[in-house]
């Protein structure tokens, strides 16, 4: 089924009502298990727990997992080639430490069957604790409240905390409750159970394979190295068998009663076990703690590492859970203040933008060392790997709200720089290539035409570095480990490209990469990459000739290190300024690559929603050949280089691309969003900004089971902040042309500019700032400079142009779901284009079905 | 290290003396094992043995392989995707029957410690029997001659006859011969070991990984299945784990001798052993008979097999090994008349010539039902897959020589057509897509770029059947089985092609394709592939509008069970004659591909040849993105399709083409020999000849060992009936325009038109044809038609223009081998069309080292 596209709310609010500060879930459905797990999952960017019941069942995967603890194994190519990836990195799911089963009268608790009163799981945004609390008529007749809590600390990096509160309503009864910690060798049996159909999001329509899901393990993965236990203590330890990662987790438990108990402990190589038998009286309460601490390293002995879990647990036993639960409120609060994005008049679209923010403190808070992971902590989708996603998608709202956390992901690129330099010489090229997918430094893509090919994730490393420091201001970090990416990767474009000549004009190529849009591969002068290796190689030039000035310190390190030469940093800009941009005279807009415009144009219209995603039923070598787009590609560098475009160049490309962009990607829609609102297709916007907001809310692309969407998640920040308000910062200039649309009353955000903390408050008259923090800034408001010292008020006259050509001419279906809610969905028109094609000559052709 | 080029006999000749018709190797020599091992094995199409010694060891890899004979494996793609090939399929290395273990005074023979006194190999082409005669002076200081052969029966495709005589020429001994069935479970341990070094095809310079090679399955891949004996019989069953294959493999024994012996028989799951303990006297002889018989099948039991095994082992009890012997001479004989080529002027061209020829008789005599493949059955390189190979370069050579093997090549892809339809489906294509590399039918290439784009190879498969009915006016098959095909190429190519509108220009255009050449992928308009679907199309539609009027009850057929329809019929001819030819005026020559010449240029001359072959030392991106050839592309269309270009057109193009052709693959030398013929480059044209002569021979692409390069020895046959005796068939008109070396006196060869046979002889001033067989013809000399009945001698004004830039712009390298022998190679050189290229605009640059 095609990826689904929203222009209302889409919820099922019988099930998941509305509230502006927390995710609720009112009743029990199994309906898509594997969806709830991911949109109840708790993490802090290091430790991520998925929302599997305490009881352990049902699960669509029991997942646990620590950002870039990972197994590695060797890549078979079916036919090898040389520079091919060699060493696969996959994420592991880690010993669980989450289940705490329950007994009552010997009868344990199975939500799918139990005869439940009341039910409700729930997490607040502001406190970040998921709760259940339900009610259960026990076969016997008896009624039992169970409360329960879980979170893991954004404050301790290594702490989850777990509650379990039982109280007998009516009747008494013998109660046991079994805590453990269990090693499931990676969830093997669910994942496949899953996929068999048992449960999951949407099986049924599930092909054989999906390239996007993680699972290459054969043998085992974790070798038990150490099991120990106290009466309220036990502590497991594990290393990976490949890459020799080591694992400790460790448990204590406590319990308040007033019921008579006994306790049993035991450990085991996979499994650690707490068992509290109670005989529970009607009337009386229950309350078992449960700390948990996890460390890991790439290889230090398990013991050491158990050491480091006992001193976090013993913290917890001295301080108490709930100096930690409030450590995480203030955490949370300030986080807010920094971050929150008010929309009013729209609480459900305002629930599911907390919602997403949320889970971007919970990828990035404390992530780090590490990179931010396609799925953060919340699942084993694309196998824990960063992507550039971060650096375009995540990063900016990091730099906006929380630079301590983007300066965080930036050094982690930098730190891979040694890698990437290493990638370089493989592919015969100078300076440093990143690897498209990791999560140790080697490029792990099996798939080089859509993975090593995207050459653009340097310029997009680079455009992350500028960004941060032109916004924060932060030169020494530039100075010190920025100018060595930005130096390494301007290296590799230099060499990558070649100069043409065509009488007196010199112009610098780029062949052979692929764009954003995986749909077109291996392409000559892509547009995106061109305009971003353009800006990469610019500002490695601007920046190393303006420390020559500033900083002859670290010039000179430079120099030295990285055997540079001036002459080097000239012909940066000297390939900057030739650099090749493709444009199309005859239909007046850029080409997606030089000879993109020569393809058929692939009919999205007639492809029936059987066929889609089009990747899961067209071989590649099939969909290279048309114009047909996964995702945005030129109009994500009309963003990102949006000062490099007229607004005449912007709609045009924007009103060509759109009706031949499929949206197979989630990367996608936010883009769409943001571009649509600039140049004046608000429906569009809001369409394009629903289908990113929803995008694991209402699971549109049918994959949320695999974990949260982090990239979109940045995205619907970013459709907020740089597409409704209309803010831009290139080159650290903050700017508004503002795109209120016509359904809100208004938006209300703070940004971050260097020290300062100003809030926007957007309203269809005005857009008003205040200072709240730091010294007065300057920014922009369609041309105008504004000081902002106190609270300042800019009237607005209109939110620019409106346009409705696409948004009419778009034609809607109506799609109904399992549950029987209508979505109303659009689909993407591509007669305009069409027509237009025919006069220069295409006929058109659709795949067969 | 680079495939080396030689322009005269590179053999070292104190080891393998020239002989015009026999190979001989006078001196036991470990050099190249692998290699010797390819030279003199022996096989009938069906079974291939290679040259290991009786005894077993030293060995580089144990080999018998059975045509067709596969185990499959799960094709795991580390990025996986819609359509990638699922199914690897990979030749068995079958139980070896080949072993005759000789001990005298409980010493075992073990060539390279023994003492020899005398020593030779040899194989007659005449007799088709690998026959060794040594003495060996023992550790104790006996004298004993041993002299042994082995034929595999061209006549009796199961069998395989061996021989073993032991002469006591000083001194009486206890001698002990243990003759085995083994099943070395495909020969890993040795395959392994050579790959360390131990062995092999100069393995020093062998990269870690080669993707030419085999070598995919992990676990047991013949499963045994039943083992029985008599005193003098041995039968051994097996089944492949996966793809249920099954094999029966008996063998006979019988001695004569006046010594006394005993005789032990036993057979287990995995070697049957007879063992004669003979007390040898002083002067007597020992001779052992071993007939061995293989049957195989897609899944009949073993036991059934085995009766089959029983039924041609009964038959050489009861005719006598000699009977066999002298079928094969017959055989033997009479393909000789059929195909010899011989050279006047040099013998040990002539030799090498016979070898390649003697290999075709070898891959093709009894390979019936099956195909060819790249290697025969002489090694398992390239996992004993078919490809376009056989189509193009072997084919053409059946159809002049020995039209009913021919005919069995063609069925075979006959065969394959409904898994070719399907492969289409998932292709989303309409007609047949013929399978890259393949044995069972489904498609085993796991990488598309180089393989599933290939789509020419439907082209390719057309030109081989209206090829074989144009010459053999064998047009019963063509209408029952060669139409068939044609509809579903020309089907695929009508589909897969698109209409383009220009002015009043329509054309059609094919885009996202690979052509011949692998060093440039996924291509639009690639020529070689139009060119080819072109004529594809056109034979298609002529040939249906033709059976429409001459048969109409096959046409009638046709159309109902092809659900074909008259227009399509006719559109197809309307897309051949719009087929988009790509032709660039400002250097007046055919790009490769529409966009090729936007390309940088490759600095061939510049690249050392340690990173040679480019294959083996840079990653595919980094290829693509240049102007160079791996194999002969444009200018093999200027072969098959040479009534379509100028010969101004040709000259440029091969001018163009050549110096940046890198010969990385063994299929392009003979082409461009054959061009560079045509065109007038006669030095070349020797050079390439030669290069192509010596693949395998003097080992030039280092890789013998893997087997015999099939494709190279056919065209080995095509550089000297195409090339320098100028054939051309376009459309059944056999034509003439030679190019005579002036190396060479005269060259004689036979070619079959229809049922006749016509010896050709051709020398400097004349060339004479002689009706051998069969009705009078016509043939065409330089535009002279010429009636051959009886013998018709035509006087040749020379041999064509001789021109030289290319060949004297050629730096000549000297490179020395491992035994001291120094080898001329020539380098091609880049400068020209550099230069020319500048003038266009492209700078230079050579990938860093």
Sequence with gaps: MSPRRVSADPIDRSTFPVDPWRLVESRYNEDNLGATETFFAVGNGYL???????????????????????????????????????????????PDA??????????????????????????????????RELIWRTPAGKRVRIT????????????????????????????????????????R????AAKNGSAGSDPEHQPEFDPRKAGKFEGRVLEAQFDWHSTNRMILGYRCTNS??????????????????????????????????????????????????????????????????RRVLDRVREEGHEIFAERQREWLAEFWTNSDVELDGDPAAQQATRWCIFQLAQCAARADGQGIAAKGVTGDGYEGHYFWDTDIYVVPFLIHTNPKLARNALRFRYNLLPAAQKRARVLTQRGALFPWRTISGEEASAYYAAGTAQYHIDADVAFAFA??????????????????????????????????????????HIHGVTGPDEYTAVVNNNLFTNVMARYNLRRASALMLEMKESDPANYA???????????????????????YIPYDENFGIHPQDEHFLEREIWDVANTPPSKRPLLLHYHPLVIYRFQVLKQADIVLALFLQGDQFTPAQKRSDFEYYDPITTGDSTLSAVVQSIVAAEVGYQDLAMTYFMSGLYVDLADLHRNASDGVHIASAGGVWNALVYGFAGMRDHDGKITFDPR??????????????????????????????????????????????????????????????????????????????????????????????????????????????
Tied chains: 1, 2.
């Design 557 to 579: 390190r430079i120099l030295q290190d990285r055997d540079l030469a001036e002459d080097e940093i000239l012909e940066w800009a000297a390939c900057a300024d030739a650099m």
């Design 98 to 131: 989450k289940v705490m089963k329950i007994y009552v009268d010997d009868e344990p608790l199975l939500l799918s069957i139990a005869d439940l009163e009341q039910y409700e799981r729930s997490i607040d945004f502001r406190e970040g604790v998921l709760r």
């Design 244 to 309: 020799g990662m080591t694992l400790a987790v460790g448990a204590d438990h406590s319990i308040e009663t007033e019921n008579e108990y006994t306790e049993l402990e035991s450990t085991e190589p996979d499994i650690g076990k707490k068992v509290y038998r109670i005989s529970a009286r009607e009337g009386s309460t229950i309350r078992i703690l449960k700390a948990v601490a996890y460390h890991t390293s790439r290889g230090i002995p398990v013991r050491e590492l158990s050491d480091r879990c």
């Design 740 to 849: 209120l649309p016509e359904e809100w009353n208004g938006l209300r955000f703070p940004i971050r500019i260097r020290d300062s903390r100003i809030r926007v408050h957007l309203t269809a008259g005005t857009i008003e700032f205040t200072l709240e923090e730091g010294e007065p800034r300057t920014v922009f408001v369609r041309g105008q400079e504004i000081l902002v010292d106190g609270v300042v008020g800019v009237p607005l006259d209109g939110q620019g142009p409106r346009r409705s050509l696409a948004a009419e001419d778009a034609s809607v279906v109506g799609e109904t779901r399992a549950d029987g809610t209508l979505i109303t969905a659009t689909v993407p028109d591509v007669d305009a284009p069409r027509e237009e094609a025919a006069l220069l000559g295409f006929e058109h052709e659709l795949p067969a079905g």
């Design 148 to 187: 329960s809590s879980r979170m893991v600390s954004f404050t301790d990096r290594h702490l989850a905390l777990m509650s379990l509160e039982i109280e007998m309503l009516e009747g008494s009864a013998p109660v046991v409750v079994s805590s453990q910690i269990i090693n499931r060798q990676d969830g």
């Design 48 to 94: 991520g727990m998925r929302a599997n019941p305490e009881e352990g069942r049902s699960a669509y995967q029991h997942g646990t997992f620590i950002n870039g603890f990972h197994e590695t194994w060797p890549i078979r190519h079916a036919e090898d080639a040389f520079g091919f990836a060699e060493t696969g990195q996959t994420i592991v799911n880690v």
């Design 189 to 192: 049996d669910d994942y496949h």
């Design 467 to 508: 960004k941060y420091a032109d916004v924060t201001g932060d030169t020494e970090f530039m100075h010190r480990n920025g100018a060595d990416v930005l130096v390494e990767t301007a290296r590799l474009w230099a060499d990558l490209g070649f100069w043409r000549v065509s009488g007196t004009e010199q112009s610098f």
